[in-house]
């Protein structure tokens, strides 16, 4: 899964994240690092939108690293060259209020200055409530001084430390005084030179059933190759042959393909939903060399739990659902993107009204 990605700032990664943004300033990390924040920061010499006039925490990203690491979490940083892009995601699973078993996520995407200090993030949580509370409380406290910290796990959204920039579904984006997210920033990672026909060929040698299509199962819009393994069959304890699929799109929206999406569902036993998945990472790597590498950490981490991480320039993440699917079945998904511009944040032009952003592109659906 190694998608070329040409993105923002906010995941992208540094590390890997499947997931609230924030902008920086000082932590609560002591007082050499509030001294530094109280003069402003130089331009940051990149063309991906990085300027303004933030104040200076130097290291903050180091640090919003070691004490999310400390926690539990896994971070990751991807291979972008002119942005400092990272991710950190943890997961478990709980018992919700009638004793059934949940699972809880917290991922957050940050993107830092040349000196390390953050300028934007995206913090997106799921789960019962407790988990989320508990999850929206680690990654706050990780990149906002106590006092900003605090309002923001209260419900507040006006903070000194920056300007809640936008909403997704269980996100929050949050970006630093003295930057806005109009600059955009944007990842330098692009589309593979391998379109969606040029990949029919390799996905039918290894022995899928492909056909061209415009949208999902769910009738989202996604230009892509979609293809299905025959033999992936699951069998119920009685005998009979279940309707599970096994099922990879490779999304190719013009200039190649951008995203590799595989869906493992319609089976009752997770582990066979699993074993769906694990079956078409081959055939994913296939498409092309570069993605190698994200398929290989796919591989490794595909353990009934959902991750995320940036693997090289890819946004790799893992969907594990315990229902929800058809008839309430569980599902697993994976996928392997490029991260988006500003870490997804639509911003708002002059011809939609007042406000600078409102929502996300694209939230994280683990």
Request: aromatic share 6%; with cysteine; charged share 20%.
């Amino acid at each position: 899964m190694g998608f070329r990605l040409r993105w923002l700032c906010a995941v992208a990664t540094a590390a890997a994240l499947g997931m609230t943004s924030v902008a920086c300033g000082a932590d609560k990390s002591g007082s050499s690092a509030a001294s530094s924040a109280d003069s402003a920061a130089p331009t940051a010499p990149t063309p991906s939108g990085l300027t303004g006039t933030w104040k200076a925490d130097p290291g903050q990203a180091d640090r919003v690293q070691q004490k999310l690491t400390a926690k539990g979490f896994q971070c990751s940083r991807s291979s972008e060259t002119h942005l400092d892009l990272r991710l950190c995601s943890a997961s478990k699973r709980s018992k919700d209020a009638w004793g059934d078993e949940t699972i809880g996520q917290g991922v957050l995407r940050y993107v830092s200055d040349a000196q390390g200090t953050v300028v934007f993030f995206n913090m997106w949580t799921a789960g019962i409530d407790s988990d989320k509370r508990a999850y929206s409380k680690m990654l706050a406290e990780a990149v906002l001084p106590a006092t900003d910290a605090a309002v923001y796990t209260a419900g507040g959204d006006k903070l000194e430390w920056g300007t809640v920039a936008g909403y997704g579904d269980g996100s929050s984006y949050i970006a630093a005084k003295g930057w806005t997210p109009a600059q955009s920033l944007t990842p330098s990672a692009m589309p593979l030179k391998v379109t969606k026909e040029k990949a029919l060929a390799p996905l039918q040698a290894a022995k899928l059933e492909c056909k061209f299509s415009d949208s999902d199962a769910w009738a989202n819009e996604r230009k892509a190759v979609a293809c299905t393994d025959p033999a992936y069959k699951v069998k119920d304890p009685d005998g009979s042959i279940e309707g599970a699929i096994a099922e990879l799109a490779a999304v190719d929206a013009g200039p190649g393909i951008s995203s590799v999406q595989l869906y493992g569902a319609h089976s009752k036993a997770m582990t066979e939903n699993i074993r769906g998945v694990k079956l078409l990472i081959p055939r994913a790597a296939a498409i092309d060399p570069s993605l190698k590498v994200a398929t290989t950490w796919l591989d490794k981490n595909l353990d009934g739990l959902p991750h995320a991480a940036y693997v090289g320039p890819w946004l790799v993440r893992t969907t594990v659902a315990l229902g929800g699917g058809i008839a309430d079945w569980p599902f697993v998904r994976a996928a392997i993107e490029l991260e988006k511009p500003n870490l997804g944040l639509k911003i708002k032009t002059s011809s939609d009204g007042p406000g600078e952003s409102d929502s996300a592109s694209d939230t994280p659906s683990n």
